[in-house]
């Protein structure tokens, strides 16, 4: 298999429903490249074609590299982080502009590395927003699959989202409002701590765009 031929196979499942709605998103901060129109679910299905492909590694780097959104994901979906480096996440993620590859990019890669709790604090705590939306996205994906992770790696973070999320960018607003609610899914302390948080600072917007998407509120779940 080659990039060659995947970009081909991708452009074969393009919706032309989807295209004119990704183009719009794009320029809102959705995606940071241009979309063929193509839905996750059917991006996730050809993923997992993937399984058994020798070299999975050296196709996600390729991937990457293509100005097109659904070739990012399709790469994300694929990698294995077993083999991702540092060096490797920092490039990429200057390179991954955009709300859908830092929620995909944090949870399929980066929580799966031995970097994402050094980072955490990095990117959390950094000038740049779009370091900071990582950052939140890392947090809850971290919340969601490190089952070993003690609550008082995630309890510090209450009292600067409840400080900090009202006056925060889009996309680290959104970050930050999931983490709560997948932190307080872990334990029934963080869940009280959790609650008490997102009381202090719901209802929240977040902008999605034209899409169906609504701002999740974690009162109503975690309850």
């Known amino acids: 298999m080659t990039t060659q031929k995947i970009i081909s ?14 183009d719009a998103n794009t320029q809102m901060g959705l995606t940071a490249d241009p979309s063929l129109g193509i839905g996750i679910t ?25 100005k097109i959104f659904e070739a990012k994901l399709l790469s994300i979906f694929i990698e294995n982080p077993k083999e991702v480096t540092l060096e490797q996440i920092n490039s990429q993620t200057e390179d991954a502009r955009g709300f859908a590859n830092a929620m995909y990019y944090s949870e399929f890669i980066i929580a799966k ?68 609610w997948y932190i307080g899914k872990r334990s029934e302390n963080l869940k009280q701590q959790a609650v008490k948080c997102a009381k202090s600072y719901w209802p929240i917007k977040v902008d999605y765009g034209d899409t169906s998407c609504i701002t999740l509120n974690p009162l109503k779940h975690l309850k």
Not at 142 to 156: G, H, I, P, R, T
């Open 9 to 22: 196979e991708l452009k074969d499942m393009v919706d032309p429903k989807r295209t004119a709605r990704h």
């Open 42 to 66: 059917v991006l996730k299905k050809y993923a997992k074609t993937f399984k058994k492909v020798g070299n999975r590694h050296e196709l996600a780097i390729s991937l990457w590299d293509e």
């Open 113 to 180: 590395t031995p970097f994402a709790w050094d980072l955490l604090p990095k990117w959390t705590s950094s000038e740049d927003k779009h370091l900071r939306a990582f950052g939140y996205n890392l947090l809850w994906a971290l919340a969601k699959v490190d089952k070993k992770a003690s609550d008082e790696l995630f309890e510090k973070y209450f009292d600067i989202i409840a400080k900090n999320i009202e006056t925060e960018e889009n996309w680290v607003k959104e970050g930050m409002n999931n983490a709560v």
